[in-house]
């Protein structure tokens, strides 16, 4: 049975950029919008997505996002509801920001090209974190979603470009469940072992 596990371990959970096996809980980075093309100015259009990847309500008060650049954007209080979304943007202006409706503006943090976003909660400990560079599907006009919720963040692999048009022609999918969602053997597995060995 140990090498069954050992086996399904290593051929299913997806790996980081490190090597290291990790599973993503909590309030996930699970979309974001870095090259946005429908919205007035780059910045209005810029936004990421949370997913509250629990079944319990989780209030953001005090959750901070921050980028590599040192921007950082402090989040307010709101109630995020069991497997629910939470959006922020450059603007939330829907004439501006490309036909979005976004929970909070981002301030001065900047998604950029390329970089890093760090997700904390109110106690300063990291819930998720992302390194994002020329290896992700990153492309103008098009967010870069997470194919499960539940996947690890640090991988490229685990991200890929979205299908679903929204607002005024970008695609992507703010505020909803992504549009390359799969819920494959590989999620299954990991949930199983988990919860075996407990």
């Known amino acids: 049975m140990t090498v069954l596990l050992a086996l399904l371990i290593t051929a299913q959970v997806p790996l980081g950029e490190n090597g290291a096996r990790v599973s993503s809980s909590g309030v996930v980075i699970n979309e974001f919008m870095s090259l946005p093309l429908s919205s007035t100015t780059e910045a209005d259009g810029e936004w990421v997505e949370l997913f509250n990847n629990t079944d319990e309500w989780i209030n953001l008060s005090g959750w901070k996002l921050s980028s590599g650049y040192g921007q950082e954007v402090v989040l307010a209080t709101y109630l995020l509801p069991p497997h629910g979304y939470f959006v922020l943007a450059g603007c939330t202006d829907s004439a501006r920001n490309g036909g979005l409706d976004a929970n909070q503006v981002l301030g001065d943090c900047r998604i950029h090209e390329s970089g890093s976003l760090t997700l904390k909660d109110n106690y300063d400990r990291t819930m998720d974190h992302i390194d994002y560079n020329a290896s992700w599907p990153v492309t103008p006009g098009v967010s870069c979603e997470k194919m499960n919720p539940g996947w690890v963040s640090c991988s490229s692999s685990s991200w890929n470009l979205s299908t679903s048009v929204y607002g005024r022609g970008d695609k992507g999918t703010p505020g909803n469940q992504n549009s390359i969602y ?12 988990k919860a075996f060995v407990q």
């Open 182 to 193: 799969q819920n494959s053997f590989a999620q299954n597995s990991w949930a199983f072992i």
